[in-house]
């Protein structure tokens, strides 16, 4: 058998591991906000690409990433709550409920590229969406309903069954039970793993690159429709395959970093409802 370390021996060698592991992500934040934020500007924001995305701004990239990411959330977030709330509260233990719980796991592992040929064979071409937000949407919805589920799940779980039985001793039903006791027990937690689930999808290229999104749209983008841009995809086709890609390099870095701030305030939500919800408790 092997001898067990010792809890200082542990220490350091986590100490060690998350020192190294956030070293590389201080050094690549520190390269994008060095050479981005000469591009940062409040006309960067709000202006629109011109000259083939050579000039002007990444507007267009906003509000389409954002639209993107509010249909996510419409087809994704309502789903998987009730699922969680079947799974958790109705469904018995038996091999069928483990098996979905199973396939659930699983389907959180599938590559997002899985879920974006996917979308193109089912939305697409299938349903005759053609290219368009709602197409990109639906795929997003569907690679972000194992999340939704697990992480709704495992809040569920948390709540203790004597809540329950306290609800239902007082004459509650148990829908009744589930809707004004349970569920608002658990909601911060439910809404922490929403929004950290939507932060990962509005940063996904790889779905929404069959679904619907395009590069360069002089006009505008947003409709349900049509195809739109989005800051992921942008910052793809700015930093790989532009035609001028010195000339568009500061306006990648700008991208990049617009990205991330975009991902941090949503992620700082997500930390903000967990702080509150444990100094309320």
Same mark, same amino acid.
């Given at each position: ?201 509005? %940063? ?49 870095? %700008? ?27």
């Amino acid at each position: 058998m092997m001898k067990k370390l010792s809890p200082v021996i542990e220490w350091f060698t986590l100490l060690f591991c998350t020192g190294t592991v956030l070293s590389f992500l201080v050094v690549i934040l520190y390269d994008l906000v060095v050479k981005g934020w000469s591009t940062l500007s409040w006309r960067f924001i709000t202006a629109l690409p011109t000259q083939g995305m050579t000039r002007g701004g990444i507007l267009p990239a906003i509000t389409g990433t954002i639209t993107l990411t509010l249909v996510t959330a419409l087809v994704a977030v309502p789903l998987g709550i009730g699922c969680a709330v079947y799974l958790n509260e109705y469904a018995p233990d038996n091999w069928m409920t483990r098996l979905i719980r199973g396939s659930i796991r699983n389907l959180s592992g599938v590559p997002s590229i899985i879920y974006g040929l996917f979308g193109l064979a089912l939305f697409v071409q299938g349903m005759g969406m053609g290219t368009s937000m709602i197409a990109a949407g639906l795929t997003l919805g569907l690679l972000s309903l194992p999340y939704i589920i697990s992480t709704t799940e495992e809040a569920l779980r948390r709540i203790p069954a004597s809540t329950r039985e306290a609800a239902l001793g007082i004459g509650a039903t148990q829908f009744e039970s589930i809707r004004d006791v349970v569920l608002p027990s658990a909601l911060p937690g439910i809404l922490t793993g929403v929004v950290l689930t939507l932060s990962r999808a509005a %940063g996904e290229t790889a779905p929404i690159l069959f679904t619907g999104v395009a590069f360069y749209i002089t006009g505008s983008s947003g409709f349900l429709n049509q195809e739109f841009m989005a800051l992921p995809y942008h910052l793809y086709m700015l930093s790989t395959q532009h035609q001028s890609i010195e000339e568009v390099r500061p306006l990648a870095y %700008g991208t990049a970093l617009v990205l991330i701030i975009v991902v941090f305030l949503l992620n700082l939500t997500a930390f903000y409802i967990r702080y509150k919800h444990s100094n309320n408790d």
